[in-house]
């Protein structure tokens, strides 16, 4: 089983709908949690973070936490054309180094 | 500008060939990490370094070596012992000690590219 798993996708929504993504970790200790966007050819950045369950609101991007399933989600309203990108989940541990375990990304298509 | 940069863009290596990855760093940062992305992979973890001249082996650190002789810089070795080395190269750095909490991001240099002849 894998530290942490993404639909692969490709996932595709019409322009100005909500984009779900998600991702699941096996790592019941993991302590916080991101989301990175990662366009094509370019180096990832950090859009979001969550660390206690429930959700957190940032613009057009939602993060939702839930440590009993192991489970945590980016709600992306309004989806624009330049959302299209693949977004990587990514999940701290326990250790003191705190490293981080990268989903391998589910890709988002919005359509105009 | 503050920043994360890595050098060269793209990088050809011939077969038995060892090649060295750039990063440098001006954020002050105390934590760097080498990360290796093969196409509609996440990120796997090679080396990382908290601190100055120490640092760990990640997931996949057979045939990579790295210094951390400078704080501002990590640069990495791909070794000819790396028999697959085809792969989008990614360096990133933190702040440790006291952060806000739970709060643990990465900033990523913008990588490079190496392909093997």
């Known amino acids: 089983q894998k530290e942490v798993e993404q639909n692969s996708g490709p996932l595709s929504v019409p322009e100005g709908a909500i984009a779900s993504l998600n991702c699941t970790y096996s790592d019941r200790g993991s302590q916080s949690f991101f989301w990175y966007r990662q366009y094509s050819g370019k180096s990832p950045e950090l859009i979001m973070f969550i660390y206690s369950n429930g959700d957190k609101e940032d613009g057009r991007f939602t993060a939702q936490l839930n440590k009993a399933s192991q489970y945590v989600s980016l709600l992306i309203r309004d989806s624009q054309p330049s959302d299209s990108a693949t977004y990587l989940c990514?999940?701290?541990?326990?250790?003191?180094?705190?490293?981080?375990?990268f989903g391998s990304g589910t890709q988002l298509t919005v359509l105009p | 500008d503050g920043g994360i940069t890595q050098s060269p863009k793209y990088l050809f290596r011939k077969e038995g060939q060892n090649v060295t990855l750039s990063c440098e760093q001006n954020l002050n940062h105390d934590a760097m990490y080498w990360y290796r992305q093969d196409p509609g992979q996440g990120l796997r973890l090679i080396y990382y370094?908290?601190?100055?001249?120490?640092?760990q082996k990640g997931d996949i650190a057979e045939g990579y070596s790295v210094s951390r002789e400078k704080k501002e810089s990590f640069p990495l070795t791909v070794t000819s012992a790396q028999k697959n080395p085809t792969a989008f190269y990614l360096c990133a750095s933190k702040r440790q000690g006291a952060q806000l909490a739970g709060v643990n991001e990465q900033f990523f240099g913008p990588g490079t590219r190496l392909t093997v002849l």
């Open positions: 370094s908290q601190i100055v001249n120490d640092f």
């Open positions: 990514a999940v701290t541990g326990r250790s003191s180094a705190r490293q981080l375990t």
